[in-house]
């Protein structure tokens, strides 16, 4: 049988060593040797034997946190030994080494999988939190191990060495030590009373030494209590 679908390109990727990488832009590959974490519903395909939890809500505390919160990722741990393929609608995935002393603050819906190794929390995002589609809320990872995360589109990553500003919902990443804020893009006027609107009324203000990554696609803004509470229902897998 013949076929440029029989390419090396898109043959498994094999590696010695255990762990996450890319099988291609799209499509993460863990080859498992004890625990990882992922997105509930990413796995398109396994080999060998692999088996998988979804992580639900522990203690009172963290119960009522993921009421309030309204973001997060909701989680499955995936534990056992084979190979393990993600993927999420398509979207371009990219794998980040943390280091001892790195933090990074991920918007809940960029988070694809991550070693068990990391330590994470949902922390609120200082005074911009209110004009973004996770709510006040983000995903704060650290520790040392490897995170993969998803972008809708090629990335651009800006060097924070001047004011930068940032739709709320292109921003995916940045450094958790950046000082984050809340910034009126949009002059108000007797166009704005009229209607008129550019539609880019707010933005997202960081400051500090660091990087945001900002993708060039923008997450619908959550609609409606009905909307939030759902978004809230997801936290608890990561809280566990």
Known sequence: MRSALFSAENLEKESAQPGMRLQNSKM?????????????????????????????????????????????????????????????????????????????????SSVLAFDSSLSYDIKMVGGAGMASSSGLFNCVFSGHGRIAITTKGTPVVLNVDAPTYVDPQAAVCWSANLQTGYHRAEQLGLGTLLGRSTGEAFTMSFAGQGFVVVQPSEEPPVMGSGTQQQQGGLLGGLLS
């Open 28 to 108: 993460l590959k863990i080859e498992l040797n004890g625990e990882a974490m992922a997105r509930v519903g990413s796995m398109v395909a396994y080999q060998g034997q692999v088996q998988f939890q979804a992580l639900g809500s522990g203690g009172i505390g963290k119960f009522i946190k993921q009421r309030l919160t309204g973001e997060g990722v909701p989680l499955m741990k995936l534990s056992g030994q084979g190979d393990v393929f993600l993927a999420e609608l398509s979207k371009d995935v990219h794998i980040i080494d943390l280091e001892p002393g790195d933090a990074l603050s991920i918007n809940g």
